[in-house]
């Protein structure tokens, strides 16, 4: 496993649960866990390539702005 990031679910004013994040990237294909009670963790599998690193960054970019 490639422990990428901790991302903090509260980064704006437009503030969304921890549930409600994970949701919206579920939603998107993109398949993270909670860390603690205010953040989320992305960690990839091995197998995973850095063009489907480059495609979940891309969602995140696309969701959060």
Do not use: N
Request: glycine share 4%; net charge neutral; charged share 30%.
């Amino acid at each position: 496993h490639r422990d990428l990031h901790s991302f903090p679910t509260r980064r704006s004013s437009d503030l969304k649960s921890q549930d409600e994040v994970l949701g919206l990237l579920r939603s998107h294909g993109v398949l993270l866990t909670p860390e603690g009670p205010s953040s989320i963790r992305a960690v990839t599998h091995l197998d995973v390539s850095m063009e489907e690193v480059r495609k979940a960054v891309e969602v995140f970019h696309t969701v959060f702005r």
